[in-house]
C-alpha cells in the first residue's frame, strides 16, 4: 500500500512564497514519478508539476513556469514544490500523486497517477 502525506500549506500574502513537502511510504519510492495537481473550489483537478523518477526530468504547467520549482529527495522518500512569486489566483488545494507506470515521458493528467495524496490547502491572499 502506497500512502501520499502532504503538508506545508497555509495562508500567505500575494508575492510570498510556501514549499510543500510530500513524504511516500512505498517500498521503493524512486520507482514512482512524482507529481503535483491543484483544485480550485468550482473548478477541476489541474497539473502543476511533475518530476522523473531520479529527480533529473521535470514539467510545468505554464501558469508555474519560473514560479514554481518540483524537486525530490529519494534518500527521503520526499517531494517538494517550492512556490514563489504566488498569485491569488493560486489558491487551491494542492495534491501530490505517484505514477508507478514506466514510460519515458512524464506523466501530467490524473488519469496517469496511480495514488493520490488528501490534499493541503494554499490561500493566497490580494
Known amino acids: 500500500q502506497v500512502q501520499l502525506v502532504e503538508s506545508g500549506g497555509g495562508l500567505v500574502q500575494a508575492g510570498g512564497s510556501l514549499r510543500l513537502s510530500c513524504t511516500v511510504s512505498?517500498?521503493?519510492?524512486?520507482?514512482?514519478?512524482m507529481g503535483w495537481f491543484r483544485q480550485a473550489p468550482g473548478k477541476e483537478r489541474e497539473f502543476v508539476a511533475a518530476?522523473?523518477?531520479?529527480?533529473?526530468?521535470?514539467y510545468y504547467t505554464d501558469s508555474v513556469k519560473g514560479r514554481f520549482t518540483i524537486s525530490r529527495d529519494n534518500s527521503k522518500n520526499t517531494v517538494y514544490l517550492q512556490m514563489n512569486s504566488l498569485k491569488p489566483e493560486d489558491t487551491a488545494v494542492y495534491y501530490c500523486?505517484?505514477?508507478?507506470?514506466?514510460?519515458?515521458?512524464?506523466?501530467?493528467?490524473?488519469?496517469?497517477?496511480?495514488?493520490w495524496g488528501q490534499g493541503t490547502q494554499v490561500t493566497v491572499a490580494s
Open positions: 518530476v522523473g523518477r531520479s529527480g533529473g526530468g521535470t
Open positions: 500523486a505517484a505514477d508507478s507506470t514506466m514510460i519515458a515521458t512524464l506523466p501530467h493528467t490524473v488519469e496517469e497517477y496511480d495514488y
Open positions: 512505498a517500498r521503493t519510492f524512486s520507482a514512482y514519478a
